[in-house]
């Protein structure tokens, strides 16, 4: 496997400081004594006109005047020298260029002007930039300090990844004081080029790297960054610190979903999705990096607590409760048998209080137990310095007891002298230890929170999955329509039509314009009724008294209308004209109100909200937010966050409602905002959900003009392109598909490679005994459909394997042009499945704009190379391997 484009800044061979200085208070000193503290052994070259010498070391005028080859150059001098340093970077043929300079886009106008033409130097020269403004970049293993931070960072497999230069040495100085290591530290500064997405990619295939660690202040692509999060995610943990809010929020001061959802909780919902857990501060990000890196996992979040004190085991359950984890409840059988092995006066139930004179044995009997109880997902033991104690005695046993189960067992063994050599027996062991009992439930929560994210992470949804077919051009004609009158909100009608193009039962709507009109719709549809306001000048009716419920007679209704049209017009009299709507007065005994929103968030693009609705939602603040587009899992794990779950469940003499309705709404919803980026904002409310059904009795639509190149760019994750699948009928009569890959994919895609001759496996992977590794198969079937793409030919035919062939790209760094693969099984080549998977790999990649289509392929894998001739590839000899050619095709021809 060809090496990553960005190990040239992690696993450099010669590196050149400029702006190297002996001033001991310099950026440049700091920087180059850090290089030769860390014991750099490659070529280290300081670049200053002024000096012949530096710590040392030859110096250098210029970059130009190094006569070695140069893999990375750090520059550490004022701002306006930088252009010009980047261009004899270029001419020397330099490809990793890390700025520590300030003074770029944070800057105002001219920093801006500055940092535009260091980029375009950059990218003239195909140079990738990590800063400016920034820390640098440290790889213990390599030997590499590329910072100007104090002291010496300790080797370990952690990576961290910081936007604030600042934040970054304040991790490194805490994790220094615990005694903990990294693999790789990146400070990204102003981003202006590689960013977040591109450095996780690297991370996630990085072997010296088991846990990542991140410190976010802004997003600047929301979807190359989930998918660099994804990337990493799926095969190890990611933790993540976000500061501040994003800029703008979603402040629509029309919507009562604007009100309440914003951007933080936004970017909670677009991190969950992408399998990543968030953190609040530092210590809770090492708190749940140190249980991550264990490798548990658990299926659920219950909780067991063994102490020899009460008071700890009570602060714990608080904790619990203040967090959103279990209390476990002990099996009949776990009570019973801790009966027999426990003093008679334990607690007799969760927190298992096994008393203060509690020895190593009763502590491993007490946890043997609960190990084998399948109601507990994960034990805390707890221990406190007692006079009958024996500390180190008691951690022995736990650690011994915990190798016999994958459940999770965390420690906390509180106080100073007494439990240090307990302590560090843990830190060895596969017990995670944690200095106070707080702290380690937060730590289970986090486990818990992982694990279901990472669920989160697999469920890849298509818009339109397992529904009926909306009328999506109809809802479009509308909304553009409204548009062209030079409207932005729609009217309670319009909005109806939409929501009943996507099979969202509605109450009738008629417009109304004077008492007369709103007669004959009310006599038309038959009392009850509802007279509602219809303006866009007032988005809450009920603020304004814009809502008259349970009409029953045309007295009644001209009535009202008249009383609401003068309220109007005595407090705005500068509104001359006043609509209004009738509505059927919609009654229904068991009905729960829920409300569904939408928001368009401005860096992730649109979000769904979901809770309790009415005329009260602001101060309810019941609000469960998630990332488009939907399935009924992701649905199910919304509404269990709501205080509208219970609301929904029976209670007192109310049967329970419709739930099932309630989901189809919400993945009807998600297929809205995933096929309508004109939508901006949307509110039902209220969505009257009872033991029937479903239906929205009022809505609210906000709308623009869309301008994007393609169908779900408005969005930051890619729903599974259901729009891509093909089916075909091969010469010899055998059916196929060939369509995107999935996630559930991972064991037929596993027994596809197993299939494969060993000259086939030579073909594609360059070895002949490659099997797929549960990483690769990770990474082959969890894909993200933007920057990456796979197909695979399957068949349902009997006495045929069901995949027959698969082939995937990548897009490259540079943004036009992809990189392909393409492997066909043994027993089914020469059937044209290999030219229709390329087919469907090079329409996709040109319909996203890429313009390259490229591979290396053996020189003697004489199949493949006939192939792409006939497809129009041109054949290209590569420098100095004879082995290997370099295939083309220009997309654009």
């Known amino acids: 496997m060809d090496l990553h484009y960005l190990s040239r800044f992690f696993t450099p061979n010669s590196v050149a400081i400029v702006g190297a200085s002996e001033r001991e208070d310099s950026v440049g000193y700091r920087l180059l004594l850090n290089m030769q503290e860390a014991g ?6 300081p670049v200053n006109h002024k000096h012949d010498t530096l710590l040392g070391l030859p110096a250098y005028a210029d970059v130009l005047a190094i006569p070695e080859d140069l893999d990375l150059v750090v520059i550490a001098t004022p701002a306006a020298s930088v252009p010009g340093i980047v261009r004899q970077c270029g001419e020397k043929g330099v490809g990793a260029v890390i700025i520590i300079t300030a003074g770029f886009g944070e800057l105002g106008e001219e ?15 195909g140079i990738r930039l990590i800063g400016p403004n920034c820390l640098g970049v440290i790889r213990p293993s390599g030997q590499l300090n590329a910072t100007f931070g104090d002291g010496v960072v300790k080797d370990g497999t952690l990576a961290l ?21 990294f693999s790789t530290v990146v400070s990204m500064g102003g981003a202006a080029d590689i960013d977040f997405g591109e450095v996780l990619d690297y991370l996630a295939t990085d072997t010296h790297t088991t846990g990542i660690l991140m410190y976010v202040e802004g997003i600047r692509d929301a979807r190359r960054f989930l998918s660099g999060l994804k990337a990493a995610a799926r095969l190890k943990p990611v933790i993540l610190i976000k500061s501040g809010r994003h800029e703008a929020g979603c402040k629509a001061a029309m919507s009562h979903t604007g009100a309440m959802v914003g951007g933080d909780n936004v970017f909670d919902a677009a991190i969950a999705r992408a399998g990543v857990v968030r953190a609040y501060s530092i210590t809770e990000l090492f ?13 659920d979040k219950r909780l067991a607590i063994i102490t020899n004190a009460g008071g700890p085991g009570v602060m714990s359950t608080d904790r619990a409760e203040d967090v959103g984890v279990k209390m476990a409840e002990l099996s009949t059988a776990s009570l019973q048998a801790l009966d027999q092995v426990l003093p008679p006066h334990w607690s007799h139930a969760n927190p298992i209080d096994i008393l203060g004179d509690a020895t190593s044995e009763r502590y491993q009997k007490a946890l043997d137990i609960c190990l084998a109880d399948d109601n507990i997902d994960g034990i805390l033991v707890i221990l406190t310095p007692q006079a009958m104690t024996h500390p180190t005695q008691v951690a022995q046993s736990i650690i011994a007891g915990a190798k016999a189960s994958n459940k999770p067992v965390l420690a906390t063994w509180t106080g100073g002298a007494r439990v240090q050599e307990g302590r560090n027996l843990f830190a060895n062991s596969n017990v995670a230890h944690f200095n106070t009992p707080e702290v380690a439930v937060d730590a289970f929560a986090f486990l ?17 999955d397992d529904l009926a077919v909306p009328d999506i051009t109809g809802a479009r004609l509308i909304i553009e329509r409204v548009l062209a009158e030079g409207r932005q909100v729609l009217t309670a009608q319009e909005a109806k039509a939409i929501l009943a193009a996507f099979h969202i039962r509605v109450t009738q709507t008629i417009n109304v314009s004077n008492a007369k009109e709103a007669m004959i719709a009310a ?4 009392f009850p009724v509802v007279l509602k306001v219809n303006m866009a000048e007032f988005s809450h009716k009920s603020d304004i008294g814009g809502v008259r419920l349970n009409i029953t007679s045309a007295q009644e209704l001209a009535g009202h209308f008249g009383e609401m049209t003068a309220a109007i017009r005595e407090k705005y009299p500068e509104i001359t004209s006043v609509g209004m709507t009738v509505e059927p007065m919609f009654r229904s005994p068991s009905g ?4 569904i929103g939408v928001v368009r968030d401005p860096v992730f693009g649109p979000a769904i909200s979901v809770g309790l609705g009415g005329t009260m939602v602001e101060i309810l603040k019941d ?8 399935n009924a899992y992701m649905v199910g794990q919304m509404l269990a966050k709501t205080k509208a779950a219970k609301y929904l469940q029976a209670f007192r003499n109310l049967p329970p409602a419709n739930i099932q309705a309630l989901v189809e709404v919400l993945l009807n919803v998600s297929t809205m905002v995933s096929e309508l980026p004109e939508i901006l904002e949307l509110d039902i409310n209220p969505l009257i959900v009872d033991a029937h059904g479903a239906v929205a009795v009022d809505a609210r639509i906000k709308a623009e003009v869309a301008h994007q190149m393609s169908r779900y760019a408005h969005m930051a994750i890619h729903p599974y392109p259901h729009e891509l699948i093909r089916h075909y009928q091969l010469a010899n009569g055998l059916n196929i598909s060939i369509r995107p890959i999935r996630p559930e994919d991972a064991v037929m895609e596993e027994h596809f490679v197993s299939r494969l001759s060993a000259k086939t496996k030579y073909f594609r992977f360059r070895q002949a005994s490659q099997e797929l590794t549960p990483d690769m198969i990770v990474r082959f079937t969890q894909i993200d459909y933007d920057r990456e793409m796979a197909f695979v030919a399957v068949t349902e035919a009997e006495g045929m394997p069901r995949e027959l062939g698969v082939g995937r790209y990548i897009r490259n760094p540079d943004g036009h042009s992809v990189e392909f693969a393409l492997v066909v099984a043994d027993d089914c080549q020469c059937l044209g499945i290999g030219s229709k998977l390329m087919n469907s790999l090079m329409q996709t990649a040109k319909s996203q704009g890429n313009t390259l289509f490229a591979a290396e392929v053996l020189a003697e894998n004489t199949a493949m190379l006939s192939l792409l001739k006939k497809l129009g590839f041109s054949i290209l000899t590569v420098t100095g391997n004879d082995a290997v050619v370099q295939v083309e095709k220009d997309l654009r021809l």
């Open 592 to 595: 729960r109100e829920i409300m």
């Open 40 to 45: 750099f052994s490659g070529g280290l070259y």
């Open 287 to 299: 708190s749940a990096a140190r249980i991550l890196a264990n490798n548990y996992s658990v299926n």
């Open 523 to 526: 006599e038309t549809m038959g």
């Open 448 to 464: 818990a929170h992982y694990t279901e994210n990472q669920i989160l992470l697999k469920q890849i949804p298509s818009p339109t």
């Open 161 to 181: 990844l910081s936007q604030s230069g600042a934040v970054c040495t304040a991790i490194l100085d805490w994790a220094k004081a615990q005694d903990i290591g």
């Open 623 to 630: 609000s469960a937010v998630a990332l488009p587009p939907l």
């Open 111 to 125: 920093g801006k002007r500055l940092q535009q033409e260091v980029l375009a130097i950059a990218h003239r020269y």
